[in-house]
């Protein structure tokens, strides 16, 4: 299994400002997501974080709102820009070493509150 | 575009059995993965499947068929602790995507 730290647990922004969460995993991991999970709802994919490379979009995500970075294979970054209320959301850091081995792991989440 | 369909809530009583059902459509297919996310809590595994039968561990058990594009999880001896959102998830060119997810409520 991973250990994933992801930062800050909790925040309350200001509208119009950014934030950047961070997300730690504690071995060489092979796939890399951040997820949103909006109140009373599951998750969905925003993006997935590729290792040196720009990350993938889903429809509806675009890289000038949620810009990911990705250094290495451990650690990831990402960035809420330019906040509305609407942005209020859990947003999840996930980690995967194929459908070999079966499963996701997820931080603990990072519980943003746009005022 | 991929399209995962649950139920949104579901009620049992403690002791029972209870299946919770997830049909999906999308536009590739190579695994079928159930989750369980306590309140205030991440998702963490609870099996998988990537051929069609049934796969059993413990108390859970998940079902898929590929040709329908059906699958469920089987929860037995129910215990209140098993109230949770169950979440199934349709891993797919190197990606994991989320059904609507199933609130389960246990009563004694």
């Known amino acids: 299994s991973a250990v994933i730290s992801q930062k800050p647990s909790r925040d309350i922004c200001q509208r119009g400002t950014s934030l950047t969460i961070q997300c730690q995993v504690d071995?060489?991991?092979?796939?890399m997501f951040w997820y949103r999970q909006q109140p009373g709802q599951s998750l969905t994919l925003i993006a997935t974080?590729?290792?040196?490379?720009?990350?993938?979009?889903e429809s509806g995500f675009v890289i000038d709102k949620f810009p990911i970075s990705r250094p290495n294979l451990t650690f990831s970054t990402l960035t809420v820009s330019n906040m509305s209320p609407e942005d209020s959301s859990i947003y999840l850091c996930?980690?995967?070493?194929?459908?070999?081995?079966?499963?996701?792991?997820f931080g603990e989440g990072s519980r943003l509150t746009v005022l | 575009g991929q399209n995962i369909d649950q139920p949104t809530e579901m009620t049992a009583t403690e002791g029972a059995i209870v299946q919770i059902n997830c049909t999906y459509q999308?536009?590739?297919?190579?695994?079928l993965f159930w989750y369980q996310q306590h309140a205030g809590e991440a998702p963490t595994f609870l099996s998988y499947?990537?051929?069609?039968g049934l796969e059993e561990k413990g108390r859970f058990s998940s079902f898929l068929s590929r040709s329908k594009g059906y699958s469920y999880l089987l929860l037995k001896e129910l215990q209140m602790k098993d109230s949770a959102s169950y979440l199934c998830?349709?891993?797919?060119?190197?990606?994991?995507?989320f059904g609507s997810g199933t609130k389960l409520n246990v009563k004694p």
């Open positions: 998830a349709v891993y797919n060119f190197n990606k994991f995507y």
């Open positions: 071995s060489q991991v092979t796939m």
């Open positions: 974080a590729n290792q040196g490379s720009e990350a993938t979009y």
């Open positions: 996930s980690v995967g070493q194929g459908a070999n081995t079966g499963e996701l792991f």
């Open positions: 499947n990537v051929l069609d």
């Open positions: 999308t536009s590739g297919f190579n695994g």
